[in-house]
């Protein structure tokens, strides 16, 4: 659900709906639970919102450290017209 987050940016209604899933995945998975955030934390799992966010940063990371990437940002556009 979460494969290539990081190249978009996602509307507050959009990691409502991801959370919605994950919840019911949950739900069926464990049964029914008074606390969802007690869950989430027994097992590790952080909300949508975190979880893009980190994966983001790791992609912008990987940008920065690779030296191809870097040179093709540093280079000057060419002009077409």
Excluded: H
């Excluded at 991801?18 to 799992?45: K, Q, T, V």
């Excluded at 909300?47 to 790791?58: I, T, W």
């Excluded at 191809?68 to 077409?80: E, W």
């Amino acid at each position: 659900m979460l494969y290539t987050i990081e190249a978009v940016s996602l509307s507050s209604a959009n990691c409502d709906v991801m959370e919605n899933c994950i919840n019911r995945a949950l739900y069926r998975r464990f049964g029914s639970c008074d606390n969802l955030e007690f869950l989430r934390s027994c097992i590790g799992l952080d909300y949508v919102e975190v979880l893009s966010q980190r994966k983001y940063s790791r992609f912008i990371d990987g940008w920065i450290g690779d030296v191809r990437y870097f040179n093709l940002l540093l280079t000057p556009v060419l002009n077409l017209y």
